[in-house]
């Protein structure tokens, strides 16, 4: 493909070289150059692309595309100098697989919590409608029902147009994905094409990235607010911020609410640990979720689905077969009538989330031991608050292990136990190996009772030192249930 041809809706501020030269491929990793490509060097928040541009040149990079001054040029190199590289890494990325998101009807889903259940459900909802369809998810990415491992929530932009373009490939009409704050503020989603965006909620979770909660809710926003006339934003209104995510956006405007009039309406009836009575825009069904929280997942997937313009009555009927995402909820009953729930939670508001959803099935008929830590290198700020909530919530709480990558486990879980005063620690085990912890909470648990295990849900590793060792929660579990 020819260079200006890749350039196409880039604020380009000057080239030193031929826009008609061929280009066979591009990189933002310059380890991976090679002979005739073209490097986009990414000013990151850790990496400096600009540093590696000598290193592209060496497996035989023949363009630079870069935003900060270059001192020294090569001869037979073209130099393209642009205002933002991260956003032409998107725009070029999307030229160079041929517009995928133009062929697809592709709907992202923001928020700090339910972007995974949302979009694999709307996966899952529109297979089940006949249509091919794609996924890409913080569990796995799917094309049409195979399986593709996932490394991030939202992938860098080529790899991002990559899977796309194998979905468009594959005969997909539909696409799905979670959109993080991360991706939206590096501009990964730059040159896709949406046909509409869902918010889901904000509460406090990635501030070691963005540094406020202000500049959090900013990276959110710009999503809504990029999206064009023709697309439909969804959001939650129940959450205070969900108008905010539509005061500037040119795309058709559309509410789901469980507590207010909205577009979307939903209304809970009866609630057991095998799943909820609910009633949507006046039609009662069967879901096969519990908790408050996962009632807005489904009139999110239900509000799209309708958005989408599929007929309503299907639509409800494939949402009391759907079930929950691995490692959301997942329920794991022992012989002794003791209840076992993992769930991914590892922000306040979505341990408190799914507390408060156990509470509301027991009715007080039974224990709740909460099993929960915080992942290192992360948010420290809250720390404290996971543990204050989960002790607020639980009759006993473990704090342990999750993730610890290059902190100290103890250190991570002492910061947990500062936030608890000296009569909550009295309902506080610290146990640093998560899998004793688990253990501990399985001996003390009664008939009745409910272990929450709460932070890595589908996770099958613990992250120690740069190195990923194997640990999942469910197998651990259903070891010392027998199963």
């Known amino acids: 493909m020819r260079l200006q041809d890749l350039l196409r809706g880039v604020d380009v501020i000057e080239i030193k070289g031929d826009e008609n030269a061929e280009v066979t491929g591009i990189f933002t990793d310059s380890r991976k150059a090679t002979a005739g490509s073209a490097f986009i060097a990414l000013k990151g928040v850790q990496v400096d692309g600009h540093q590696y541009i000598n290193n592209a040149l060496d497996l035989g990079a023949k363009i630079v595309v870069h935003q900060e001054k270059i001192d020294t040029s090569k001869d037979g190199i073209i130099y393209v100098k642009v205002t933002d590289s991260a956003d032409t ?3 070029m990325a999307t030229h160079w697989y041929g517009d995928p998101s133009a062929k697809l009807k592709l709907v992202g889903v923001t928020g700090t919590n339910g972007k995974t259940t949302t979009a694999t459900l709307l996966y899952e909802m529109f297979r089940k409608l006949g249509y091919k369809a794609g996924l890409l998810s913080t569990v796995a990415n799917y094309i049409d029902g195979k399986a593709y491992h996932a490394t991030h929530t939202t992938p860098d932009p080529i790899s991002l147009n990559e899977m796309l373009a194998k979905m468009v490939d594959a005969g997909c009409d539909y696409a799905f994905m979670e959109v993080s704050s991360h991706a939206i503020h590096q501009k990964r989603i730059s040159g896709l094409k949406f046909e509409g965006g869902i918010f889901t909620n904000i509460t406090q979770d990635h501030l070691d990235y963005h540094g406020t909660m202000a500049e959090y809710l900013k990276a959110k926003k710009a999503f809504f607010d990029n999206l064009p006339e023709t697309a439909f934003a969804l959001t939650n209104t129940d959450d205070k911020n969900g108008e905010v995510m539509l005061q500037n956006t040119k795309a058709n405007k559309h509410t789901y609410s469980v507590r207010a009039l909205a577009d979307f309406k939903a209304k809970i009836i009866e609630k057991h640990f095998d799943g909820t009575a609910i009633e949507i825009n006046g039609k009662e069904l069967q879901v096969q979720f519990v908790g408050v929280f996962n009632v ?43 209840t076992a729930i993992v769930d991914y939670a590892h922000t306040p ?14 009715d007080g008929n039974g224990r709740v031991i909460t099993v929960v830590g915080c992942g290192g290198n992360r948010d420290k700020t809250k720390r404290p608050i996971m ?21 100290e486990p103890q250190a991570i879980i002492n910061d947990m136990a500062d936030g608890l005063n ?26 009745g009772d409910v272990i929450l295990i709460a932070g890595k849900g589908h996770e099958d590793y613990q992250d120690v030192k740069g190195v990923k060792h194997h640990f999942d929660d469910r197998e651990v579990v259903r070891n010392i249930f027998g199963e």
């Open 349 to 362: 508001d979505a341990l408190t989330n799914v507390l408060e959803a156990i509470h509301e099935v027991l």
């Open 296 to 338: 807005y997942n489904l009139l999110a997937v239900y509000g799209t689905t309708m958005l989408l313009g599929q007929d309503s009555d299907q639509a409800l009927l494939i949402l009391s077969t759907l079930k929950p995402v691995a490692g959301r909820f997942e329920t794991i009953r022992s012989s002794e009538n003791v």
């Open 89 to 91: 890494a998107g725009k």
């Open 387 to 407: 543990a204050r909530e989960a002790v607020r919530l639980s009759d006993q709480v473990i704090l342990t292990s999750d993730n610890p990558r290059w902190e």
């Open 422 to 447: 000296a009569q909550q620690l009295k309902k506080a085990l610290l146990i640093v190996e998560r899998e004793q912890a688990i253990k501990t909470a399985c001996t003390l648990a009664r008939e």
